[in-house]
């Protein structure tokens, strides 16, 4: 599986922005779960957001109410929409896919910067 993420940048503290995520695969792979992880300077990469294919999702306390994930299973794509953006939520931020024989594959990571 290999994953494109778009849509970082940079923006001010309370803007949004909306992060995308092709994945290609092959035609035997199934993907079960999508997500994003991001990691911020001098920090662990941490959870933000996941979604299962059925459409259940998990969030980071620290985006609750704030950020939205989404995927378009047809198209393989997964979209994180965050809003109310703040200083600490500068990152970069990585997309996840967890496939169902248990394999975690990432992108490359899109950079996100808020400016307070």
């Known amino acids: 599986v290999q994953l494109q993420a778009s849509g970082g940048g940079l923006v001010q503290a309370g803007g949004s922005l909306r992060l995308s995520c092709a994945a290609s695969r092959s035609g035997e792979i199934v993907i079960n779960r999508m997500g994003w992880y991001r990691q911020a300077p001098g920090k662990q990469r941490d959870l933000v957001a996941t979604i299962t294919s059925g459409g259940s999702t998990n969030y980071a306390d620290s985006v609750k109410g704030r950020f939205i994930v989404s995927r378009d299973n047809t198209k393989n794509m997964v979209y994180l929409q965050m809003d109310s953006l703040r200083a600490e939520d500068t990152a970069v931020y990585y997309c996840?896919?967890?496939?169902?024989?248990?394999?975690?594959?990432w992108g490359e990571g899109t950079l996100v910067t808020v400016s307070s």
């Open positions: 996840y896919v967890l496939t169902a024989g248990w394999r975690n594959f």
